[in-house]
């Protein structure tokens, strides 16, 4: 398994903005499909954007699309999640994680998480 460092989170205005970061470790970063998912209290995890191990082919769920990107850089084993035009709802624990296959939208296929970052958005 890879490890993984979520950090960016905080408080923001509902229609702001937040870019959250993921560093891995390792040198072997690239052999990983990466994902952000998200929990909010009572709710269950939930996929948010995904991208390959090249990097070229990237898939968001419909409730963040044209909202978020997801962006990485396999030479600094990291990969991030810009995020715009926040709503309330986006309030939720983000997590990265790593698939050594393709990046889909189950957690039971994804074998290493970071510990979250807190993405609080106010009204």
């Known amino acids: 398994q890879v490890q993984l460092v979520e950090s960016g989170g905080g408080l923001v205005q509902a229609g702001g903005s937040l870019r959250l970061s993921c560093a891995a470790s390792?040198?072997?970063?690239?052999?990983?499909?990466m994902a952000w998912f998200r929990q909010a209290p009572g709710k269950e995890r939930e996929f948010v954007a995904g991208i390959m191990k090249s990097g070229d082919s990237t898939y968001y769920a419909d409730s963040v699309k044209g909202r978020f990107t997801i962006s990485r850089d396999n030479a600094k084993n990291t990969v991030s999640l810009q995020m715009y035009s926040l709503k309330p709802e986006d309030t939720a624990v983000y997590y990265c994680?790593?698939?050594?296959?393709?990046?889909?939208?189950?957690?039971?296929?994804?074998?290493?998480w970071g510990q979250g970052t807190q993405v609080t958005v106010s009204s």
């Open positions: 994680a790593a698939s050594p296959l393709i990046a889909t939208t189950r957690t039971d296929e994804y074998g290493s």
């Open positions: 390792g040198r072997t970063f690239s052999r990983y499909a």
